[in-house]
């Protein structure tokens, strides 16, 4: 191969106008045409068409080209497309290369033409120097254990786990709580069917409890996980139950014991004993001790009430937490979320006023198994309402709570609540305060009209406060009807918030176990918003129901049912292949300082220390490159983003007018990933910068930092996850390292610092890479002819060229 | 599930608690205080009386904090403390 | 201006940096209902609508009235479920509408308010704040004390159509209790406002300070509703010099506007050293005769709320060397006026935040230094604010030689019988429709019933009341 003659085709693609409208695509494929080993440059309408994809396969055949150059959208975007196409023509997918010229170049420089067509030619002037460097290589087969592991037992969770079971696959179902149902157990009835929430729940939950694929652990926190796709390893803490499982649940146990607290699941509107059952339905009917509540929590039997009280002898104890290790191929996540505290609002008075309730309160009072009998009363004196107040977007879609997202599901709910007192009081006057009222799905809008024949009057305006009526605990709300342009003020006897969703506490735990990222909002992140939404970035992870964003339980159990499908494919296949962008070692080079098994995040290298040399699993690698890095020896690099080829995209960049350019080098997961974001987004920032992909920030040796200064570069960014938030778990950490090193080196030298930035960025955070841009712009503008040189003069010395 | 409790049970007057009736035997005492140190609910305290062998026996603080558990019976070396449930009609 | 381009809100608003977020309103309402000026002016002012006439066509809003209704509460903010702040979006407009000389909306506003408030130049003055926007003073108060005499002759003229129907006992004659005696005098009732003080005003008069409201203008404003018929006894203290019980049967209904001149107690050693003070007298000796003397002195200030920033400025303008504000929270949570705090600190005001005091060091009885501890912010209390809890370790001594105390106002409310029923923190519980409180026949309203507010809050509150007490005297008969 390294003799053969390199043949680059090279396309530029108009991507109708999103390129072609800002950048002149003819201009940049002639430009690409006179580039080193550039046999054929083309610019085309639609390369991603099949019409675009036939043309390369025929030029592939027609001109031997053996590198294939396309400069169109995002690779995150049709780079496997392309790679599909040339190993169609028969020509390697690793000799194939993208340049981002429409994320990262035309959208985000819609008004300058120029310069954004100078800025196209210089990625496909980086993308055709790395080209000409790339060698063929082939993916690596990891086998897919065929168990899966779901996180979370409330509908989502339920679904998937009977899903997969279903299909054949072992599912070990985790859950915190004592008992699976999660929020729908707690609810009345659910819309827009008004169908009773845990009699079409509770069936699906037996049916967790007697799968015989289905491997339930409840009272368990999921506290380790390693491994990749295909191969985790999990460790499940299971918190002891003090009861065996020979209990009958008659509930003997429960009726002695002298110690009651609030149940947590009728949101502390009823009392529960130390030994109980969170609700009658529960799964497993294991009843379960409370701990901090049980007598016995010092260890001593000081009562034994229960144990005397059990027929079956099932109360133990002497049980003690276990750690369970299991090995699953996938992992679904559907942990949920939580609901927004209202207390934090002082206006409304919740937590002050008695007959302020919150939606999930009214829930358990509506409900005939709840604390008061399926009788909607108000706290203040078990009376029935006659007046009653919704109050919408609570927590929701507000700067000030934080939380700005619409919660998806409190407009609907409300309607049914409503139509859930017409039902049992048709007397009771309903008013709902709204600003905007969102019945958006099936049967939804139907249920809204409904409501309003009923009688349920909607004003839209939210009230500015709550003042409750010191004599008739009676509350007034004071807002302004924005329809009507008028302030009312209205007496209520009952107040219902609306209170909205919001991300789990404990996402973060979550998070950094599993790698995750997460959205502004704090929910977790798909792989991609419109075509991977059930997909971690994760490989072998998906999310169902809340966990992923707000929604309702049809759109949970349809995204359980879809990552379920999701996770089987995976373990249909029962092998998955990886990118070949693992480390390879040259020998000779190698000391065997053993630092790169040092900085690998997963162990994939280790130092033998007997036979004095480094030894690598592909199969463990996770690709980040941080090992090629870290050598001091040049001994390592990594596949498809070797040092040759990343010191050829610097060249490229640096050829001409460096002393006005940016060089960022940017993670593909978050940073890059947020570039592009700021392009879809078209957020607009000056046309400087010039990006080089990396895995994670975490490759980005210092040799290349300094080549870039060396060869007059202005400014350097290194780009990558937040700390905490790094795809390849912790590898980002040495890039922080690096950096600091080589801010040290340039103080000491007399340079600018501030001419090497450090970002940290998610996917989300497009915004913020956009800002970075233009602060960086104003570095640039500052720096004198004189300061480069002096760059230049340090990093040579250095090696750096 | 991490909603903040805050309110009174509904049922909180309905759901029944053992009432307890705690017998000392003072003169039996010999003033080991393990009653007043297991109690987990902390319903006894020393009295300043003192007994016939000399030692100030238990006191009850308050009953009606007593669960009936009947630990102090169980660690009682001379069998000087009971507990008895108090029968009530009427849901007293 | 040069015709044709349209003005758009990003040039009103350049120079705030918050412009683009008012796309965000999505219309709740809850500006306009917390405004106590769309109270006062019912359907002329609505906040939100001005809000979204910004956005949607600024030119016109720069020539109405509607920017310049604004009286920089802040309630509005407080509560915006966006945290838009309107005070400062309407002032960039109003900036923009002076520079651009088109002053002559605030000109017609003046008559709104002559007839929207009994207190019009203090209004005008402490609230509306036209100097903020670049406007001379001599010649509003011109203006308005025209429109006041031709508005006097004609409410008299009305006054005399009625014969009289009641009377009514008001105690306290800060703004709330005597915009209640401006109303009912108009309705034709007889109104007698008991003053403890030796001159009426209440806290206008004892704690604004003078150079935010002179004394002459409070004096014209008091003395134009004298001319209306309305009595004010003053050194008249209830519960002492005449019992609320007799009030009560001697007139047909009461209104208590005693407002909130109780200093909360810092409980903390030191706290008894000469040198420390509390804020509303620290205010009130700087209007009398017998002001601190504080040149040169270095001044601490505890406390994150108006009276604080208040005291800290007056200090400045008194002389002393170094003002520090103490918070113990940060500046969000700061309660005061986001603008004061600003102005405060162009003045030369310092502030540091998260920070509270431990414990006051005198050397002999005098204060020298005050020994603090940093704080950090936990979990969201019952108030929706990040409760701020000690740093152990962080304690630090910062030299004072005096210690202004603004920890919070309540009201003093020894005299009422206990049948009123009060709030969690000391103020007085109305009905928020009648202002009437758990006692048949009393109201209440202004800074006893919220806590430490705005002039234009007691005064609407005060509106309320009145028509409130008129209602019920008509029941009565």
């Not at chain 3, 969690?424 to 009393?442: F, H, R, S």
Request: proline content about 5%; some cysteine; charged content about 25%.
């Amino acid at each position: 191969m390294s003799r053969e003659e390199i043949r680059i085709g090279v396309y530029v693609c108009h991507c109708g106008l999103n390129i072609a409208g800002s950048v002149d695509c003819e201009e940049v494929a002639e430009f690409a045409s006179t580039l080193p080993h550039v046999v054929l440059a083309r610019d085309y309408r639609y390369t991603c068409s099949d019409q675009g994809q036939e043309l390369i396969k025929n030029d592939i055949r027609e001109y031997r080209l053996n590198r294939v150059v396309v400069a169109s959208c995002s690779p995150r975007l049709h780079e496997p497309t392309f790679r599909k196409a040339c190993e169609e023509a028969g020509l390697n997918k690793y000799l194939f290369e993208m340049a981002n010229i429409r994320e990262q170049c035309s959208w985000v420089h819609l008004h300058d033409r120029r310069a954004a067509t100078e800025k196209a030619k210089d990625l496909v002037k980086m993308a055709v120097a790395k080209a000409a460097l790339l060698k063929p290589a082939s993916d690596i087969e990891v086998p897919v254990i065929r168990k899966a592991l779901v996180i979370g037992g409330g509908v989502a969770g339920i679904q998937a786990a009977l899903d997969l079971a279903d299909t054949g696959y072992k599912v070990y179902l985790v859950e915190r709580e004592p008992s699976i149902g999660g929020m729908m157990a707690r609810l009345d009835k659910t819309f827009p069917t008004m169908d009773c929430s845990i009699c079409i729940l509770a069936p699906k939950m037996s049916d967790v409890g007697r799968h015989p694929n289905i491997e339930l652990l409840t009272n368990s926190e999921v506290i380790d996980v390693k491994g990749y796709i295909g191969n985790f390893r999990v460790k499940v803490l299971k918190k002891p139950r003090y009861v065996k499982k020979d209990c009958s649940a008659c509930g003997e146990c429960s009726k002695v014991c002298p110690m009651t607290a609030p149940n947590e699941f009728d949101a502390g509107l009823a009392l529960r004993h130390a030994i109980y059952t969170p609700f009658a339905q529960a799964v497993p009917s294991t009843y379960i001790v409370d701990m901090n509540l049980c007598l016995n929590k010092d260890g001593v039997i000081v009562c034994d009430r229960c144990i005397k009280a059990c027929e079956r002898q099932a109360i133990d104890f002497t049980m003690k937490p276990e750690a369970v290790e299991l090995e699953v191929g996938t992992i679904i996540v559907a942990t949920g979320a939580d609901v927004f505290d209202p207390s934090t609002l002082p206006q409304y008075g919740y937590g002050k006023y008695p007959n302020v309730i919150t939606s999930l309160e009214f829930e358990r009072l509506i409900n005939a198994g709840g604390p008061s009998g399926g009788r909607l009363i108000r706290p203040s004196d078990m009376k029935v309402p006659r007046r009653v107040a919704f109050i919408q977007c609570v927590g929701s879609r507000s700067n000030k709570t934080g939380r700005t997202y619409c919660s998806n599901v409190c407009c609907m709910n409300t309607i049914k609540d409503s139509l859930l007192i017409k039902e049992h009081w048709p007397e009771t006057e309903i008013y709902v305060f709204y600003v905007d009222i969102r019945a958006y799905g099936k049967g939804f809008e139907d249920l809204y009209k409904r409501a309003k024949k009923e009688g349920v009057i909607f004003i839209r305006g939210l009230p500015a406060e709550i003042i409750e009526d010191k004599k008739t605990r009676n509350l007034w709300l004071i807002g302004e009807n924005t329809l009507l342009k008028e302030p009312y003020k209205m007496e209520f006897d009952m107040v219902i918030l609306s209170v909205g969703l919001e991300p789990r506490k404990d996402s973060e735990i979550i998070q950094r176990l599993l790698t995750l990222s997460r959205t502004q909002d704090g929910f977790f992140m798909e792989a991609h918003p419109k075509l991977r939404p059930v997909d971690a970035a994760t490989g072998g992870i998906f999310f169902a129901g809340c966990a992923e964003s707000p929604k309702d339980i049809k759109d949970s159990v349809t995204q359980a049912s879809a990552a379920a499908a999701r996770a089987g494919i995976l373990m249909a296949k029962g092998k998955v292949t990886v990118e070949a962008i693992t480390p390879i070692l040259d020998v000779e080079k190698c000391k065997a300082c053993g630092l790169c098994a040092k900085v690998c995040p997963y162990n994939a290298i280790t130092l033998n220390k007997e036979l004095k040399r480094v030894e690598i699993v592909e199969a463990a690698c996770g690709g980040c490159g941080t090992c090629a890095a870290e050598c001091p020896s040049d001994a390592l690099t990594q596949n498809h983003f070797t040092d040759e080829q990343i010191i050829a995209q610097i060249d490229a960049v640096t050829e001409y007018d460096a002393d006005k350019k940016i060089v960022a080098f940017c993670c593909n997961w978050c940073a890059y990933a947020g570039a592009d974001f700021a392009g879809v987004s078209r957020m607009q920032y000056p046309p400087s910068v010039r990006i080089i992909r990396t895995m994670c920030s975490g490759r980005v040796a210092p040799k290349f930092v300094e080549r870039a200064f060396a060869r007059g570069a202005a400014a350097v960014l290194v780009a990558g996850c937040h700390p905490g938030d790094c795809h390849y778990i912790n590898a980002n950490y040495h890039t922080q390292r690096r950096v600091e090193r080589l801010w040290k080196k340039m103080e000491q030298n007399g340079l600018n610092k501030e001419r090497l930035q450090l970002l940290w960025a998610s996917a989300a955070e497009g915004e913020r890479f956009a800002s970075k841009i233009y602060e960086m712009q104003k570095i640039v503008e500052s720096i004198t002819p004189e300061e480069i040189e002096r760059a230049k003069k340090v990093f040579s010395k250095a090696g750096g060229a | 599930m991490p909603e903040r409790l805050w309110r009174t049970p509904l049922d909180v007057e309905k759901i029944s608690r053992p009432k307890a009736e705690i017998y000392i035997l003072k003169d039996q005492c010999k003033g080991c205080g393990f009653c007043i140190h297991y109690c987990p609910k902390k319903v006894l305290e020393e009295s300043d009386e003192i007994n016939a062998r000399g030692v100030h026996p238990p006191r009850v603080v308050d009953e009606k904090n007593c669960v009936l558990c009947s630990f102090c019976t169980a660690v009682c070396p001379d069998f000087a403390i009971f507990v008895k449930e108090k029968q009530c009609k009427d849901g007293c | 201006m040069s015709a044709g381009k349209p003005i758009t809100y990003r040039e009103v608003l350049a120079e705030y940096p918050d412009a683009e977020k008012i796309k965000f309103c999505f219309e709740c309402g809850i500006c306009t209902a917390s405004c106590p000026m769309a109270g006062l002016l019912k359907g002329e002012y609505n906040p939100r609508n001005v809000l979204e006439k910004i956005f949607l066509n600024v030119e016109d809003v720069l020539v109405s009235d509607e920017i310049w209704l604004c009286a920089w509460c802040y309630r509005c903010y407080k509560r915006c479920p966006q945290a838009l702040k309107p005070p400062e979006i309407f002032f960039h407009a109003k900036k923009f509408a002076v520079e651009t000389e088109r002053k002559q909306a605030f000109e017609n506003i003046i008559q709104k308010i002559v007839r929207a408030s009994p207190l019009p130049l203090v209004t005008i003055l402490a609230c509306f704040h036209p100097e903020r926007a670049g406007l001379g003073l001599d010649r509003i108060v011109k203006e308005a004390e025209k429109i006041r005499k031709e508005l006097l002759d004609e409410e008299k003229r009305a006054i005399k159509a009625e014969s009289i129907k009641g009377k009514v006992a008001v105690i306290g004659s800060g703004p709330a209790g005597l915009t209640v005696a401006h109303d009912l005098i108009l309705k034709g009732y007889e109104a007698t406002v008991f003053e403890a003080m030796k001159e009426p005003g209440g806290m206008l008069r004892k704690c604004l300070p003078a150079y935010r409201l002179p004394r002459e203008l409070l004096d014209m404003d008091i003395q134009a509703l004298k001319d209306l018929g309305v009595e004010i006894e003053t050194s008249v203290v209830v519960g002492k010099d005449v019992d609320f019980s007799s009030l009560r049967s001697r007139y047909d209904a009461v209104f208590i506007g005693v407002g909130a001149h109780k200093g909360q107690e810092l409980r903390i050693e030191g706290a008894g050293l000469k040198g420390v003070v509390h804020a509303l007298d620290f205010l009130c000796m700087f209007n009398s005769e017998k002001a601190l003397n504080v040149e040169d002195k270095r001044v601490a200030v505890i406390g994150g709320g108006n009276v604080a920033v208040d005291s800290a400025k007056t200090a400045l303008k008194c002389g002393a060397k170094e003002v520090t504000i103490f918070y113990r929270r940060s500046r969000e949570e700061m309660p005061a006026n986001p603008w004061e705090v600003k102005e405060a600190e162009d003045e030369g005001v310092k502030i540091e935040f998260l920070i509270s005091p431990k414990r006051i060091l005198g050397s002999g009885e005098n204060v020298s230094a005050v020994e603090f501890v940093r704080m950090k912010l936990g979990e969201l209390d019952e108030t929706g604010r990040r409760k701020p809890v000690p740093i152990e370790g962080s304690e630090f001594v910062k030299d004072a030689d005096m210690v202004i105390l603004a920890i919070g106002e309540a009201p003093d409310l020894s005299f009422i019988p206990k049948e009123i029923e009060l709030n969690e923190d000391g103020t007085i519980w109305v009905n928020p429709l009648t202002m009437e409180t758990t006692l048949k026949g009393v109201f209440a309203g202004g800074d006893a019933v919220t806590g430490p507010a705005s002039i234009v809050e007691a005064i609407y509150a005060g509106r309320m009341a009145a028509s409130s007490i008129d209602c019920y005297l008509r029941s009565l008969r």
